[in-house]
Structures are given as structure tokens and as C-alpha cells.
């Protein structure tokens, strides 16, 4: 089975490094989910995927990426 990972963290330090905060904001949900995120531990909704690429301005694929 696939895994996704995610440059969440990359993006916030490339975007005038925007905080966990800041970013959850932006995306509709907590820092927590962030913080989750951005450890692997959490997989988000299609939904708050796109949400979190929005936030960035960016292509959902700059942010998520599907591993084999």
C-alpha cells in the first residue's frame, strides 16, 4: 500500500515561514492537524488537501505526493 507524504513544512519556511498556527488558520482547521501532517501521522481529507494547497497557492501535487 501507498503512503503520502507531504511538503507542509518546507512551504510554510518558503512563505515568509508561516506558522503552524497561521497555516490552520488559513486551512480551516487546528494546529494540531498541522502538527499531525506534518509528522506522518495523519492522512488529510481531499478536502483540507486542497484546502492546504489554497493556503500556499500552490498545485494540490506541490504539497501531497503518492508514494508507491
Do not use: W
Request: one cysteine or more; proline letters at 3%.
Amino acid at each position: 500500500m501507498g503512503k503520502v507524504k507531504n511538503r507542509i513544512r518546507r512551504l510554510r519556511f518558503d512563505h515568509d515561514e508561516m506558522t503552524q498556527e497561521e497555516l490552520a488558520n488559513k486551512a480551516g482547521c487546528t494546529r494540531q492537524t498541522i502538527i499531525a501532517l506534518e509528522q506522518g501521522k495523519y492522512v488529510p481529507s481531499i478536502d483540507l488537501a486542497f484546502r492546504i494547497a489554497r493556503a500556499f497557492s500552490a498545485p494540490l501535487e506541490d504539497v501531497f505526493q503518492y508514494e508507491d
